[in-house]
T-cell receptor
Framework: AQKITQTQPGMFVQEKEAVTLDCTYD???????LFWYKQPSSGEMIFLIY????DQQNATEGRYSLNFQKARKSANLVISASQLGDSAMYFC???????????????WGLGTSLAVNP | GAVVSQHPSRVICKSGTSVKIECRSL??????MFWYRQFPKKSLMLMAT?????????EQGVEKDKFLINHASLTLSTLTVTSAHPEDSSFYIC?????????????FGPGTRLLVL
């Protein structure tokens, strides 16, 4: 069964420091993609970064980078130089090449609540 | 990134009435749209997936007659909550995708907060 696990319900970080949000996944499919989204208190879901299973390098997008360890099946999100506006829920999600049906829906983790302290 | 709008952002209705929520992709053609429900401090729960021009695929446990989904064009999908009851009160959020490739990103609307009195 395909599954995403985020083991940190809540995290605190000091402003300007880096923080790592954990995500492990489970799939038997060799082809899959991993996504991270941010959800502020306003409710909108903001796409942050994507990592494909065959990508040779870790994905980076501005202050966001993905620490992709395929053998460990982990795809941790690293936020560098945290800002107050980074306080939000962060969700890890996965899409594999095989899902029931043809729509390849995303499998979601339970999320991690990040609070950035001034 | 691509822009998805959702309307209304908030709605309060009486029990027994129907509520329609619109989801629009503003700058791309969305072959697939997804409707989610989210309870406070919980993850997203997929309700259904809709492809343009075809019937929606509902997740197990979601009543298709209660949550009517229409994806009439490549830029518009609607969710109608029929005969709403207080237990339908929730945050509903849609997403749109230009395709179903693995790397295809789902872009989300801002969500709709529904309160049924």
């Amino acid at each position: 069964a395909q599954k995403i696990t985020q083991t940190q319900p809540g995290m605190f970080v000091q402003e300007k420091e880096a923080v790592t949000l954990d995500c492990t996944y489970d799939t038997s499919d060799p082809s899959y993609g991993l996504f991270w989204y941010k959800q502020p208190s306003s409710g909108e879901m903001i796409f942050l970064i994507y990592q494909g299973s065959y990508d040779q390098q870790n994905a980076t997008e501005g202050r966001y980078s993905l620490n992709f360890q395929k053998a460990r099946k982990s795809a941790n999100l690293v936020i560098s130089a945290s800002q107050l506006g980074d306080s939000a829920m962060y969700f890890c999600a996965m899409r594999a090449s095989y899902n029931a049906g043809n729509n390849r829906k995303l499998i979601w983790g339970l999320g991690t609540s990040l609070a950035v302290n001034p | 990134g691509a822009v998805v709008s959702q309307h209304p952002s908030r709605v309060i209705c009486k029990s027994g009435t129907s509520v329609k929520i619109e989801c629009r992709s503003l700058d791309f053609q969305a072959t697939t749209m997804f409707w989610y429900r989210q309870f406070p401090k919980k993850s997203l729960m997929l309700m259904a997936t809709s492809n343009e021009g075809s019937k929606a695929t509902y997740e197990q446990g979601v009543e298709k007659d209660k949550f009517l989904i229409n994806h009439a064009s490549l830029t518009l999908s609607t969710l109608t909550v029929t005969s709403a009851h207080p237990e339908d009160s929730s945050f509903y959020i849609c997403s749109a995708s230009a395709g179903v490739r693995i790397q295809e990103t789902q872009y989300f609307g801002p969500g709709t907060r529904l309160l049924v009195l």
